[in-house]
């Protein structure tokens, strides 16, 4: 089976940085996206690493190590609208489409 | 900028019901995908489809599933007979020839089977 295993849920503060980490096992890998998803609505797209190493986009980083099978998102400057479910996916797992894992629910505090 | 869109944004049905849920996927993309997110529950692939035939599908997608490009635009997931637990969120997503995998979201059509 594919395993893509990530946090259920994680509190922060305003203003704080946090790290949400993603470990996968999967039969094929072609890419490891981040998605935001707030309450009711649609994935929105946020990183996307193929490569090992560190993507940076404003407030938020990816990073990839694929010899370990392991992603991380940081959020800095975490600001209310951030509360959300981050979503870690692989590419490729099985086929050609995104397989998710459960989400992690990100509730930034003032 | 362009968009996936979805009609209808919520329906409410009688279990046993057919349900018909439409989208427009991005008009110069190839690939065209169906997933469900059940409330709560992390988002699951249903369907792929590509060059006017399904391309792969999940266990969840059975004979109560069928997906048509009826005309050059549209792209629709029909479930034939309703159960409780087809309740869920259902997007439709799509992604272009050699595109590194992202893929666009429709906003999403809420299903509530009673």
């Known amino acids: 089976g594919q395993n893509i295993d990530q946090p259920t849920e994680m509190t922060a503060t305003e203003g704080a940085i946090v790290q949400i980490n993603c470990t996968y096992q999967?039969?094929?890998?072609?890419?490891l996206f981040w998605y935001q998803q707030h309450a009711g609505e649609a994935p929105t797209f946020l990183s996307y690493?193929?490569?090992?190493g560190l993507e940076e986009k404003g407030r938020f980083s990816s990073f990839l190590s694929r010899s370990k099978g392991y992603s991380y998102l940081l959020l800095k400057e975490l600001q209310m609208k951030d509360s959300a479910s981050y979503l870690c996916a692989v590419w490729g797992a099985a086929g050609n489409k995104l397989t998710f894992g459960g989400g992690t629910r990100v509730l930034v505090k003032p | 900028e362009p968009e996936v869109t979805q009609t209808p944004s919520h329906q409410v049905t009688q279990m046993g019901q057919e349900v018909i849920l439409r989208c427009v996927p991005i008009s110069n993309h190839l690939y065209f995908y169906w997933y469900r997110q059940i409330l709560g529950q992390k988002v699951e692939f249903l369907v792929s489809f590509y060059n006017n035939e399904i391309s792969e599908k999940s266990e969840i997608f059975d004979d109560q599933f069928s997906v048509e490009r009826p005309d050059g635009s549209n792209f629709t997931l029909k479930i034939r007979s309703t159960k409780l637990e087809d309740s869920a969120m259902y997007f439709c997503a799509s992604i272009g020839q050699g595109d590194t995998g992202e893929l666009f979201f429709g906003e999403g059509s809420r299903l509530t089977v009673l």
């Open positions: 690493n193929v490569l090992d």
């Open positions: 999967t039969s094929g890998f072609n890419g």
